[in-house]
Nanobody, 114 residues
Framework: QVHFVESGGGLVQAGGSLRLSCAAS????????MAWYRQAPGKQRELVAE???????DYADSVKGRFTISRDNAKSTVYLQMNSLKPEDTAVYYC????????WGQGTQVTVSS
């Protein structure tokens, strides 16, 4: 079975930082492009960042220059370093394989206070 377990969320003041982690199992992690999505209350889930098998990355315009996605294939883990956080970054954050969206985890809540 495929599982993604996100962690590292929490409550932080605007301007602060958080580092999210996502441990994957049930997939050949090194062969998969990975992504972070987020869903704010009352809004659709949106793609935040992605990383391919060569560790090339891409970001939503709203987080460019503030967020950094990375991966550790030895640990089957993908990370999201979030700096200069804003209240509008408040959401539940999920990781998943970039091109197969069948297996959503529980996500991790990020709350940014103003």
């Amino acid at each position: 079975q495929v599982h993604f377990v996100e962690s590292g969320g929490g409550l932080v003041q605007a301007g602060g930082s958080l580092r999210l982690s996502c441990a994957a199992s049930g997939i050949t992690f090194s062969a998969k492009a990975m992504a972070w999505y987020r869903q704010a209350p009352g809004k659709q889930r949106e793609l935040v960042a992605e990383i391919n098998i060569f560790s090339n990355t891409d970001y939503a315009d709203s987080v460019k220059g503030r967020f950094t996605i990375s991966r550790d294939n030895a640990k089957s883990t993908v990370y999201l370093q979030m700096n200069s956080l804003k209240p509008e970054d408040t959401a539940v954050y999920y990781c998943i394989t970039r091109y197969d969206l069948r297996w959503w985890g529980q996500g991790t809540q990020v709350t940014v206070s103003s």
